[in-house]
């Protein structure tokens, strides 16, 4: 099976423009998660959808940042305007019922504002 | 707040070496698992360890679950370059599952 694909790989972008980032979770994964790691940080959560609701999105660092999934599909992590400290390397994950068995992590975006 | 801590934060050994890298947290984990980076990718997992004092082998690597559910450590037999690579321990908590992530144990195998 194709497993989660992110793009794009890399964005550099200027302070204050706006990004979008996309994620193909695994076709049937109901469950589908934003991640980021910032320079020198940990992986940190940022919000996890079930199909298209919202679940829990308690680790958007503030509302210059929208999530959507579409029909439960595809997702997209708009960062709106962009600020330097946002720059740093965004995860999608999926999973099939609920992460407590794992889940399949994409490649990323690294995200880099100048 | 959960802290978590790894430990060693880098390795480097020689090739058929073995290790062990350690995870430990203030704090019981519901489960835990073990992923492994590499460069320009995104973590790939490991194993899931759920039961107090569980230990799990996946070929020379073994896992164990500390007793109390507050540690888990991986143990790596007669290393190879390719096990070179971030490890990151990830204990699971909350009805969404998500991950609490450690900083990871950097791992670098030389030939």
């Known amino acids: 099976e194709a497993g989660v694909t992110q793009f794009p790989s890399h964005s550099v972008i200027e302070k204050g423009q706006t990004v979008t980032l996309r994620c193909d979770p695994i076709s049937g994964h109901d469950n589908l998660y934003w991640y980021r790691r910032v320079m020198g940080k940990e992986i940190k959560f940022l919000l996890h959808f079930v199909k298209e609701s919202k679940q829990d999105e308690s680790g958007m660092p503030n509302n210059r940042f929208l999530a959507e999934r579409t029909g439960g599909t595809y997702s997209t992590l708009k960062v709106q305007p962009a600020e330097l400290e946002d720059s740093g390397v965004y995860f999608c994950a999926s999973s099939q019922a609920g992460g407590g068995y794992g889940y399949t992590f994409g490649s990323g975006t690294r995200l880099t504002v100048v | 707040t959960q802290l978590l801590e790894q430990s060693p934060q880098f390795l480097s050994i020689q090739e058929g070496e073995n290790l062990t890298v350690y995870c430990n947290s203030s704090s019981v984990f519901s489960s835990l698992q073990w992923y492994r980076q590499e460069p320009g990718e995104g973590p790939v997992l490991l194993v899931t360890v759920v039961t107090g004092g569980e230990v799990k082998k996946l070929k020379r690597l073994t896992f164990q679950f500390g007793d109390a559910r507050k540690d888990s450590s991986l143990h790596i037999t007669a290393a190879q370059p390719g096990d070179t690579g971030l490890y990151l321990c990830?204990?699971?908590?909350?009805?969404?599952?998500?991950?609490?992530f450690g900083k990871g144990t950097l791992l670098t195998v030389n030939p």
């Open positions: 990830a204990p699971v908590g909350g009805s969404n599952y998500k991950l609490t």
